[in-house]
Nanobody, 115 residues
């Protein structure tokens, strides 16, 4: 069983930055593919960025020039650095961990981009 705890959301003005953090409890972190998803009101949850255990990463097209994902296996943590935030980035952001055939989710953290 894996538990994920996110932090770092909040209210930020357009053009601003935020850093989300997620700590994993349980499991073998280095073998997990860690990801960040988001869900805006009335929309489906979508992948924002992912980081595999080998260090490879991928990003959604709409964020790849603005967001960075990183992981610290020693701290069992994954981070999402968000810059040049736009109102359309407003959503609940979820940390995910894929380990074997199972996917685990955090509780979500709200990010609101507004002036």
């Amino acid at each position: 069983q894996v538990q994920l705890v996110e932090s770092g959301g909040g209210l930020v003005q357009p053009g601003g930055s935020l850093r989300l953090s997620c700590v994993a409890f349980g499991g073998t972190f280095s073998l997990m593919t860690m990801g960040w998803y988001r869900q805006a009101p009335g929309k489906q949850r979508e992948l924002v960025a992912a980081a595999a255990g080998d260090g490879s990463t991928n990003f959604a097209n709409q964020v790849k020039d603005r967001f960075t994902i990183s992981r610290d296996n020693a701290k069992k943590s994954v981070y999402l650095q968000m810059t040049s935030l736009k109102p359309e980035d407003t959503a609940v952001y979820y940390c995910s961990a894929q380990w074997g055939i199972r996917i685990y989710w955090g509780q979500g953290t709200q990010v609101t981009v507004s002036s």
